[in-house]
């Protein structure tokens, strides 16, 4: 089991930026893919970014340019970084734990980030 505690949410302009952070707490982080998620009002929660421990990343196509995810696996903690935010990326973001033995996902409580002049 893994508990995920989720920072750095808030509220930018546009093209502004902002870095999210995700601290694991629990043993074989190894073993889990590292990811962020988004739910905007009225929609679907989607897959933004994730990360192996061994590095290996994809990000959604709407956020190619912009963010970036990495790991530091010394502190079990990953990080998204957000650059040239749009009001599109408002949402609240969800940090996500996937096992991938076991296939069993584990959530944050999700940070805000709004984006608005």
């Known amino acids: 089991q893994v508990e995920l505690m989720e920072s750095g949410g808030g509220l930018v302009q546009p093209g502004g930026s902002l870095r999210l952070s995700c601290a694991a707490l629990g043993n074989g982080l190894s073993m889990y893919v590292m990811g962020w998620y988004r739910q905007a009002l009225g929609k679907e929660r989607e897959l933004v970014a994730r990360?192996?421990?061994?590095?290996?990343?994809d990000l959604a196509d709407s956020v190619k340019g912009r963010f970036t995810i990495s790991r530091d696996n010394g502190k079990s903690t990953v990080y998204l970084q957000m650059n040239s935010l749009k009001p599109e990326d408002t949402a609240v973001y969800y940090c996500n734990a996937y096992h991938l033995i076991s296939r069993v996902d584990y959530w944050g409580q999700g940070t805000q980030v709004t984006v608005s002049s």
């Open positions: 990360i192996t421990s061994g590095g290996s990343s």
